[in-house]
């Protein structure tokens, strides 16, 4: 496996989840967040502590390509990037959004947008680590280790 391939995959994936975050979160559900209030940090406080949510993402970036590629095989990448999406949400996400509106008295559309935005997060970044980890290119010999 190419070490240079990898970083490169766990880059693109951080920054797909950064955009998509901003665009999600910052624009689609702005409203959502102005009513409910109050269960948020101050705007300032959150700007100060933004540090913390781009580090969760790249280190969930990196764990989302390194788990990828211990488990890759020779099948079609892009079922595989469909897969492994599919797995990641049923791992990570729906566990954790139920688990999120069993504790916290969130409005049930607020969670459920959540999970919205997690699965089109997990198959936009699945298919764009594919893309940029190129699987198949390793096998057949053009993709030699950089």
Same mark, same amino acid.
């Given at each position: ?26 624009? $689609?559900?702005?409203?959502? !967040?102005?009513?409910?209030?109050q269960? $948020? ?15 969760? #993402?790249?280190? $969930? ?6 788990? !990828?590629s211990h ?12 897969? !492994? ?10 566990? #954790?959004?139920?688990?999120? $509106?069993? =504790? ?6 607020? =969670? ?6 997690a ?8 298919? =764009? ?18």
């Amino acid at each position: 496996m190419s070490k240079k391939r990898f970083w490169w995959s766990v880059a693109a994936v951080w920054i797909v989840m950064m955009v998509t975050d901003w665009f999600f979160h910052g624009v $689609w559900m702005q409203s959502w !967040y102005q009513q409910t209030a109050q269960f $948020w940090r101050p705007q300032d406080e959150m700007r100060k502590m933004m540090w913390w949510m781009w580090f969760g #993402q790249a280190v $969930w970036s990196w764990a989302f390509v390194w788990i !990828y590629s211990h488990g890759i095989n020779k099948d079609n990448q892009w079922a595989q990037a469909f897969r !492994y999406a599919i797995a990641i949400l049923l791992v990570s996400k729906v566990p #954790q959004n139920m688990e999120m $509106w069993a =504790v916290v008295p969130y409005p049930g559309e607020l =969670v459920a947008r959540w999970l919205m935005i997690a699965i089109v997060q997990a198959f936009i970044a699945a298919f =764009v680590m594919t893309w940029t980890f190129k699987p198949m290119e390793m096998w057949s010999g053009s993709g030699a280790a950089k």
